[in-house]
Nanobody
Framework: VQLVESGGGLVQPGGSLRLSCAAS????????MNWYRQAPGKERELVAT????????YYADFAKGRVTISGDKAKNTVYLQMNSLSLEDTAVYFC?????????WGQGTQVTVSS
């Protein structure tokens, strides 16, 4: 079982990034898929959630209007499209798969917003 994030990097304020989370060993449709982030010195916080079968989504207030979470069942991959990035979005972004019987975490991908 594995979650592998990619797509992080250095971006200027106002820019965009699309993060990917490729799952293996399980089917994302069976889990609630989440993106979290953790900035230096801060606690990990939820960014967005998607349930693939029902295509329902949830966004943290700071993400609404700027962030879109989506999933591709065929690729068993979840995405996080982030627009209008600001310095406050600098963090390590983690993919999480949650179900009542357990959860998995990816290793994280660094997003740095800097001019």
């Amino acid at each position: 079982v594995q979650l592998v994030e990619s797509g992080g990097g250095l971006v200027q304020p106002g820019g965009s990034l699309r993060l990917s989370c490729a799952a293996s060993g399980f089917t994302i449709s069976s889990y609630v898929m989440n993106w979290y982030r953790q900035a230096p010195g801060k606690e990990r916080e939820l960014v967005a959630t998607i349930t693939i079968p029902y295509e329902t989504t949830y966004y943290a207030d700071f993400a609404k209007g700027r962030v879109t979470i989506s999933g591709d069942k065929a690729k068993n991959t979840v995405y996080l499209q982030m627009n209008s990035l600001s310095l406050e979005d600098t963090a390590v972004y983690f993919c999480n798969a949650w179900a009542s019987w357990g959860e998995y975490w990816g290793q994280g991908t660094q997003v740095t917003v800097s001019s």
